[in-house]
């Protein structure tokens, strides 16, 4: 099970792509409102969520995935169910990915130590610890991060190929014409 959570100001295609890519390789991908049931996107798209954030259990956890945008960054970082659901992937070792502005909730967290990480332009001050890089998207360890929306769908893939292979992830970008 992969929890994504939503907040209100989060980034649509952030959120939304890697989902579509997860679900269309078998995951059980659980959307969680922290604002309530329907979380609305930065550019006024409503999501009705799975569930909501007092709904959360962690058994069966496999990843956590925090989209960024503002103010949706902000208020992710705010809720302590985030928190919790964050401290509980890092400890148990579990896939944390966060795009554009989210990695600098890892980087005020202490999640990014010693880990080589990349950001929206702008929000690198936030990645505390972290070797920052210009790359689109970096993985190092159990840490996945991205710059932003025009690499939602790298981001995607990225999350899907470190939890089931690159080889799974190199079918799918043939599946869906992604080059």
Known sequence: MIY???ANGFEECEALAPIDILRR???DVITVGVSGKTAVGAHDI???CDITTDNLKFENLEAVVLPGGMPGTTNLE???AVQKAIDYANKNHLLIGAICAA???LGHGNY???KKA???PGFEKDLFGATVTNASVV???NIITAKGAGVAFQFGFELLSYLKGEEIAENLKKQMMFK
């Open 46 to 48: 409503p999501v009705i």
């Open 4 to 6: 994504v959570f939503l």
């Open 139 to 141: 993985r190092d360890d």
């Open 118 to 120: 990349t950001c929206f």
């Open 112 to 114: 990014l130590n010693g």
């Open 78 to 80: 705010n809720d302590k």
């Open 103 to 105: 990695p600098s909730i």
């Open 25 to 27: 390789a078998g995951f």
